[in-house]
C-alpha cells in the first residue's frame, strides 16, 4: 500500500499506482463535522485548520485542500474590496474596487503575510501540515488572473471590456497577477504541495477560446510557473466545458487539468492524457449536493472506467463540494475509488 501523498505522486507522473487515487474539492463542507457555521472558519486558522483535518480523517481521501471560500473573493478583499459576510453562507464582494480606468490606482497588489485574510489561510497550511505531516499532499488554491480581474472590476462589466477595452483589461490584469504570482509562491513557501490556479471566467462555457488565448493564457501561465519555480506542483482548475481550450491547458505548464463534470473523461483523457493528470469530474450540485452515496458511487465508477486506465488520474468532484452536501456523500466517492480503482483497471 502507498501512501495517499506516494499516491498521488504517482498519478501525477502519469503512471498507475495501487489505488486510483481520490481528492474531493472538500473545504467548508467540513464545518458540519466539527459543529462550527460557515464564518467561524472565516477568521480563524484553528477551527479551519480542525475541520478540514476532521474531513482527512473521517473520509480518508488522498488529499486535503486547504481554504475556506472563493480564493477570489479572498484575494479582492486583500487588494481593497469589501466583502459581505453572513453566518451560514458563502460571502461575496459588495462593491468592485475599479469602475473605471481612473480607478486603477484603487488596486494596490497584495502581501501575502499581511494582507486581508491571506495571512489566516497561510497559517492554516501549517497547522494542517503539522497534523497530517507528509502523509497527503496539501492542495491550495491561487486565483486566476482573469477570474480575479472580473471580482476587481465585476463580471459582466469584465466580459464588456473584452470586447470594448482590451487595454483596461491588460491594465487590471497586471496588478490581479502579480498578487495571485505572490500568494502562490506564498502558499508554497507555507506547505501547500500543489497549487491551483483556479479561472472559471477562462471557462468555454463563458468566453471564447480566442479570448481565453488573449486574455488568460499568457498571465496563467506565468503564475503557474511562479509556483514550479519555488517547487510547488502547479495545477489548474477551469470550470464548465472546457473541451475546446484543452490543449491549451496543458500547454500552461500545469501538472494536473481539474475538469468540471460538463467535460466527458473519456474525450479529455484522449486529447491530453498522455501530457498531464486529469482530476475530476463528479457533478457538486446535482450529484454531491443532491444525490444518494449510491448515485455517487456509480457516478465515481463511470470517471474510474473512462479515465483512470493507465494512470494520471485523480477522482474528484467537479468543482468545490457545495456547503451543505451531505458528507456521507464525500465518503461514499472514496469508498468507489476503493471499490473500483485498484490498479490494474480492468475494465
Ligand atoms: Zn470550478
Redesign the pocket.
Known amino acids: 500500500m502507498l501512501t495517499p501523498f506516494q499516491r498521488v505522486m504517482v498519478a501525477i507522473e502519469l503512471k498507475e499506482s495501487d489505488y486510483v487515487p481520490v481528492v474531493p474539492?472538500v473545504t467548508y463542507t467540513t464545518a458540519q463535522l466539527i459543529g462550527i457555521q460557515f464564518s467561524e472558519g472565516l477568521y480563524s486558522a484553528e477551527k479551519m485548520a480542525k475541520a478540514l483535518v476532521a474531513g482527512y480523517k473521517s473520509a480518508g481521501y488522498d488529499g486535503i485542500y486547504v481554504g475556506w471560500e472563493s480564493s477570489f473573493n479572498l484575494m479582492a478583499e486583500a487588494m481593497g474590496c469589501k466583502l459581505r459576510i453572513q453566518p451560514n453562507s458563502v460571502a461575496f464582494v459588495k462593491d468592485q474596487l475599479v469602475k473605471e480606468p481612473s480607478d486603477l490606482d484603487r488596486i494596490s497588489v497584495a502581501d501575502p503575510e499581511r494582507d486581508g485574510r491571506l495571512p489566516i489561510h497561510l497559517k492554516a497550511i501549517e497547522l494542517v501540515k503539522e497534523k497530517i505531516g507528509s502523509d497527503a499532499p496539501i492542495f491550495k488554491y491561487v486565483p486566476g488572473p482573469l477570474t480575479l480581474a472580473s471580482v476587481l472590476h465585476g463580471q459582466d462589466q469584465l466580459l464588456m471590456e473584452l470586447v470594448r477595452n482590451p487595454d483596461f483589461v491588460y491594465d487590471i490584469l497586471k496588478p490581479a497577477s502579480e498578487s495571485s504570482k505572490l500568494y502562490g509562491v506564498a502558499t508554497v513557501e507555507h506547505g501547500a504541495d500543489i497549487a491551483v490556479v483556479?479561472d472559471?471566467i477562462a471557462s468555454s462555457s463563458v468566453i471564447s477560446p480566442q479570448m481565453f488565448d488573449q486574455f488568460a493564457f499568457s498571465p496563467t501561465k506565468d503564475v503557474l510557473k511562479s509556483i514550479s519555480d519555488v517547487g510547488g506542483i502547479p495545477s489548474l482548475?477551469?470550470?464548465?466545458n472546457t473541451i475546446p481550450i484543452l490543449e491549451r491547458m496543458a500547454d500552461t505548464g500545469a501538472r494536473i487539468l481539474?475538469l468540471?463534470y460538463k467535460v466527458d473523461l473519456t474525450l479529455a483523457k484522449d486529447m491530453v492524457g498522455e501530457r498531464v493528470c486529469i482530476q475530476g469530474n463528479i457533478d457538486p450540485v446535482g450529484v454531491l449536493l443532491n444525490g444518494k452515496p449510491s448515485h455517487v458511487e456509480r457516478k465515481s465508477r463511470e470517471c474510474i472506467e473512462k479515465a483512470a486506465k493507465g494512470g494520471g488520474f485523480i477522482l474528484s468532484s467537479?468543482?468545490?463540494v457545495p456547503l451543505n452536501a451531505p458528507f456521507e456523500n464525500v465518503k461514499a466517492m472514496v469508498s468507489a475509488a476503493k471499490r473500483y480503482g485498484k490498479y490494474p483497471i480492468l475494465i
Open positions: 474539492m483556479a472559471p482548475h477551469i470550470c464548465g481539474e468540471d467537479g468543482c468545490e
